[in-house]
């Protein structure tokens, strides 16, 4: 167990590491505008993986006359989502003065197959264009490239599940501040979920289904306590499971959402650093959810498939301790 536990924490950090040194040496390079494209494919990744894969199954023990029936849980949530090539790169243009060789002359910038964060390494070059569409090779001005040049986003995480207490049941996702480095800073995360068993209501229902709801905050701290990402998410779903024997099928329908709060300082300016804020949101609000969970003693397997803005498959190994 403790050796799981420290697995799923190396790769939350591994992701922070990712995140706080990489990335923030490339966003101090450049702007708000710039920056934003360039996060966007990772925001939606992540926000899709950090909602996925909080259940696999929709039961819930109900007992009138025992409203309360203790159990405890273990979850290591796994999670990928995939991206295609337009996630990859980008185009890019912005008004600025240019040398022709007379002089500053008012033009535009172009940056043509940008990387985004996820895309190729080799920086992004910008070529200035008076308005006469001239190119002025003197003016070539070299940006950023990407991070990991990938269209799949993996992410890890534990979770600890306990209940029921008249057909509800509950978790809690904590990781408290975990130093990377101290070049690198932390890395956190704060969430809970609560949820509803609804088929006890019909007797005879052939299907358990409930509802859940969650909501979760995940930092990325400098180690000059600035914030670099700081996300929220939230999801409420309507989920529905058929057991037969140690196997069980699952659905779901969910509505969610994604922020992030990005904030660091772009350096490297004719002028005094600039403090760079600006927020981003998760493209995915509605998914589908399909899956099957297979039960071993206290051991159960769940793998699912999850159809929204973005696909994504998930999956959790989970330990039911009492």
Request: charged share 15%.
């Given at each position: 167990m403790k050796k799981l536990l420290f697995l799923s924490i190396f790769v939350f950090s591994l992701t922070g590491v990712v995140l706080s040194q990489s990335i923030g040496e490339n966003l101090q390079k450049v702007g708000s505008v710039y920056s934003a494209i360039y996060l966007q494919p990772f925001a939606d990744a992540l926000g899709t993986n950090l909602n996925?894969?909080?259940?696999?199954?929709?039961?819930?023990?109900?007992?009138?006359?025992?409203?309360?029936?203790?159990?405890?849980?273990?979850?290591?949530?796994?999670?990928?989502?995939?991206?295609?090539d337009a996630d990859q790169k980008f185009n890019y243009s912005y008004r600025d003065y240019g040398n022709t060789g007379g002089g500053l002359v008012m033009g535009t910038y172009r940056v043509v197959n940008a990387p985004t964060v996820l895309g190729d390494k080799t920086p992004a070059v910008a070529k200035f264009y008076d308005d006469n569409g001239n190119y002025y090779p003197v003016n070539d001005y070299t940006l950023i490239g990407g991070v990991i040049n990938t269209k799949?986003?993996?992410?890890?995480?534990?979770?600890?599940?306990?209940?029921?207490?008249?057909g509800t049941d509950?978790?809690?996702?904590?990781?408290?501040?975990?130093?990377?480095?101290?070049?690198?800073?932390?890395?956190?995360?704060?969430?809970?979920?609560?949820?509803?068993?609804?088929?006890?209501?019909?007797?005879?229902?052939?299907?358990?289904?409930?509802?859940?709801?969650?909501?979760?905050?995940?930092?990325?701290?400098?180690?000059?306590?600035?914030?670099?990402?700081?996300?929220?998410?939230?999801?409420?779903?309507?989920?529905?499971?058929?057991t037969y024997k140690f196997v069980t099928g699952y659905a779901a329908l969910q509505y969610e959402t994604y922020?992030?709060?990005?904030?660091?300082?772009?350096?490297?300016?004719?002028?005094?650093?600039?403090?760079?804020a600006f927020s981003l949101t998760g493209n995915n609000r509605f998914r589908g959810v399909i899956g099957a969970a297979v039960r071993a003693g206290f051991f159960v397997f769940n793998l699912d498939a999850n159809i929204g803005n973005r696909f994504a498959l998930s999956a959790g190994m989970n330990f039911i301790i009492l």
């Open positions: 996925s894969n909080y259940f696999y199954s929709a039961y819930v023990p109900f007992d009138k006359k025992k409203p309360i029936t203790p159990h405890v849980g273990f979850r290591i949530r796994m999670m990928g989502t995939f991206l295609s799949t986003v993996p992410f890890a995480m534990p979770e600890i599940t306990f209940g029921s207490l008249y509950a978790s809690f996702i904590i990781l408290p501040p975990v130093n990377i480095s101290n070049n690198v800073g932390k890395f956190s995360i704060y969430g809970f979920t609560i949820r509803h068993n609804l088929s006890h209501y019909l007797k005879k229902s052939p299907v358990d289904f409930a509802v859940q709801g969650g909501y979760q905050k995940m930092y990325l701290t400098e180690s000059n306590n600035n914030d670099l990402w700081k996300s929220t998410n939230f999801f409420v779903n309507g989920q529905v499971s058929k922020t992030a709060d990005i904030n660091y300082i772009q350096t490297g300016l004719t002028t005094a650093p600039k403090t760079i």
